[in-house]
T-cell receptor
Framework: GDSVTQMEGPVTLSEEAFLTINCTYTATGYPSLFWYVQYPGEGLQLLLK?????DKGSNKGFEATYRKETTSFHLEKGSVQVSDSAVYFCALSADRGSTLGRLYFGRGTQLTVWP | DAGVIQSPRHEVTEMGQEVTLRCKPISGHDYLFWYRQTMMRGLELLIY????????DSGMPEDRFSAKMPNASFSTLKIQPSEPRDSAVYFC???????????FGPGTRLTVL
């Protein structure tokens, strides 16, 4: 079935370091891919998304490219800030079948950025 | 714009009591989702609705859990009787169309003593 695997955390970085959080997926058809972010004490909120192969989603300095050949959607940021400390979730949407409508989330990766 | 509204934000109850969590989705959204988040199990989808009709409730852990959506602007998740292992943060989310961006509420933190 459809699923998402993202790198285990926690990830700890110094401010201005480069960030990569790996995400790979298994899906039939052509899913859309998402990154959500959850700040402490809050619900998840959309960070970026891509709806077809080779699309690049971007927001707030974060980027991810939909790679169908490697079934990946890795999250990157060139220079992290303390305010980026949060939990990041990779997700995919089913585009067909009985599970149409739902998102499949990864386990989440805790990012802590130190000044 | 009002986002997804959940109430209460915090609930502390004793084992055996009935708990009702409430959700108001974003106006016009046709999908509504209930999730549970714990440190041990992460984010779990419990049930979701399309146009007020339950589509998949396979994530509901036991018969003690039930969810309803009597109209497009309101849903409830009920636990009866509650148990300490039900302690978690419960999120409601809504979306316009299936497979599209889900908008999450702030969550209800449930503690069962």
């Amino acid at each position: 079935g459809d699923s998402v695997t993202q790198m285990e955390g926690p990830v700890t970085l110094s401010e201005e370091a480069f960030l990569t959080i790996n995400c790979t997926y298994t899906a039939t058809g052509y899913p859309s891919l998402f990154w959500y972010v959850q700040y402490p004490g809050e619900g998840l909120q959309l960070l970026l998304k891509a709806t077809k192969a080779d699309d690049k989603g971007s927001n707030k300095g974060f980027e991810a490219t939909y790679r169908k050949e490697t079934t990946s959607f890795h999250l990157e940021k060139g220079s992290v800030q303390v305010s980026d400390s949060a939990v990041y979730f990779c997700a995919l949407s089913a585009d067909r079948g009985s599970t149409l409508g739902r998102l499949y989330f990864g386990r989440g990766t805790q990012l802590t950025v130190w000044p | 714009d009002a986002g997804v509204i959940q109430s209460p934000r915090h609930e502390v109850t004793e084992m055996g009591q009935e708990v009702t969590l409430r959700c108001k989705p974003i106006s016009g959204h046709d999908y509504l989702f209930w999730y549970r988040q714990t440190m041990m199990r992460g984010l779990e989808l419990l049930i979701y609705f399309n146009n007020n009709v339950p589509i998949d409730d396979s994530g509901m852990p036991e018969d003690r859990f039930s969810a309803k959506m009597p109209n497009a602007s309101f849903s409830t998740l009920k636990i009866q009787p509650s148990e300490p292992r039900d302690s978690a943060v419960y999120f409601c989310a809504s979306s316009l169309g299936g497979g599209h961006t889900q908008y999450f509420g702030p969550g209800t933190r449930l503690t069962v003593l």
